[in-house]
């Protein structure tokens, strides 16, 4: 969910941004907001997707800049401790594989 930064709108708010703030930890504010932006769907959709105590999912973020320090401690505190990061599809998916099938263990095969 990382914005379109071709977007003339938001190039603008950019160049505002860049011009009226500081820099924050070396970071430009207009990337600030980029990150922000992406990290507030990311989250959003964290939240959709695990809806109470007993729920679970995998959640994959499919993309380099969610290996990023600044980027990672943007995520919600009790998602932090467990996410992995993994350099390949298969490494990936077989982390998948293992969570799911540590589900059905713990769960059995009926509904929740």
């Not at 003339?8 to 932006?37: C, F, H, V, W």
């Not at 507030?40 to 320090?69: F, T, W």
């Not at 350099?87 to 982390?95: E, L, N, V």
Request: hydrophobic share 35%; charged share 25%; net charge positive.
């Amino acid at each position: 969910p990382f914005p379109n930064i071709k977007s003339p709108e938001l190039q603008e708010k950019m160049a505002y941004l860049d011009k009226t703030m500081p820099r924050i930890d070396g970071q430009s504010p207009g990337k600030a907001l980029i990150e922000n932006l992406c990290m507030k769907a990311v989250n959003q959709s964290i939240g959709r997707a695990i809806r109470h105590q007993k729920d679970y999912a995998s959640i994959v973020l499919l993309d380099h800049r969610y290996s990023r320090p600044g980027v990672l401690q943007k995520l919600p505190g009790w998602i932090k401790g467990s996410t992995q990061i993994q350099k390949s599809f298969g490494p990936a998916f077989a982390s998948v594989r293992k969570f799911f099938l540590g589900k059905k263990t713990f769960f059995g095969t009926e509904e929740h």
